[in-house]
């Protein structure tokens, strides 16, 4: 994450480094990172996957589609939330944990995008959680909540769907740039006081304001 370099050693992943679909693989990858760096401080949650799957589809495929989204998009987040918590404690440190979620966790999404709002929502309830119940030992949790960004899993969703009648739902006239979702989310880990743990920072050009 550009935001971040020069201010911290940051050790990321792709879809090669870890199979977030495989219920372990979260697991492997904290174990990687720990092999690597030896501690951690911030764990900055930002995988996920934005695939439909119509109300129509037959039974098996609306199962998996919803399965494979949580998984990668909420179980994985929270096995890694759960080894960070437990890494801090063991260490006698705190930690900063930063989710990065979305719009769709309060105002929803398309018909054959629900298992990915509710991913998000859950999210979101992870974050909050965990602020709520870990704050005295210092490991303080928020979210960030992009909408559209220009990233390629959002380029395919605009093309099909008529980008400018997207475009027209966000006040500020474009998608977010994937830097100012970094600047966010480098913010909560490393400047955000105290004080705001539990804080969820939205990104989306006024596309949906709480």
Known sequence: MDALEGRAHVMGHGSADADLSDPLGAERLWD????????????????GVFEPVAVEAPLDD????WGRTMQI???????????????????????RIVNIASRAAYRGDSPA???YAASKAGMVAITKSIARGFAREQILAFAVCPGFTMTGMADDYLASRGGDKLLA???LGRVADPAEVASAAAY??????????????????ASFVR
Not at 32 to 47: K, P, S
Not at 74 to 91: K, T
Not at 188 to 205: H, R, Y
Request: net charge neutral; aromatic share 4%; with cysteine.
């Open 32 to 47: 990687a990172a720990i092999a690597r760096l030896g501690r951690v401080d911030v764990l900055i949650n930002n995988a």
């Open 62 to 65: 609306w199962q998996a589609g």
């Open 73 to 95: 998009n909420l179980q994985a987040s929270a096995d890694l939330c759960r080894r960070a918590i437990l890494h801090w404690r063991e260490r006698g440190a705190g930690g």
């Open 113 to 115: 995008h629900w298992h």
């Open 169 to 171: 739902d966000i006040p």
């Open 188 to 205: 909560l880990a490393l400047d955000a006081p105290a004080s705001m743990t539990g804080a969820v920072i939205d990104v989306n050009g």
